[in-house]
């Protein structure tokens, strides 16, 4: 069973940088892409960024765009997503994705508070 594991979470200033790291149990070259998400109690999870495994290409979402940026460490099979110019509005549970197939991996989520 694929294992997602995130790590890097914690509390910042706004305007401030943190750099969430997502470690896999398998090769993520094995997953077609892989994702971030993040989500609020009572609030849907948002689709946060993604990564093609095979080209490295990203897309953002607009409310990060310009701020986060998403790269892939295949030699430790692990996905970072680096968070500039915090926002109190980014304060979330940050969950990794990974896609294969018809299947989707979830991490067990790692919190984020942005304080103002």
């Known amino acids: 069973q694929v294992q997602l594991v995130e790590s890097g979470g914690g509390l910042a200033q706004a305007g401030g940088s943190l750099r969430l790291s997502c470690a896999a149990s398998?090769?993520?070259?094995?997953?077609?892409?892989m994702r971030w998400y993040r989500q609020n109690p009572g609030k849907q999870r948002e689709w946060v960024a993604i990564i093609t495994t095979g080209d490295g290409s990203t897309v953002f979402a607009d409310s990060v765009k310009g701020r986060f940026t998403i790269a892939l460490d295949n030699a430790k099979n692990t996905m970072h997503l680096q968070m500039n110019s915090l926002k109190p509005e980014d304060t979330a549970v940050y969950y990794c994705n990974a896609a294969r197939g018809l299947t989707n991996y979830w991490g067990q989520g790692t919190q984020v508070t942005v304080s103002s």
């Open positions: 398998e090769d993520i070259l094995s997953f077609e892409d």
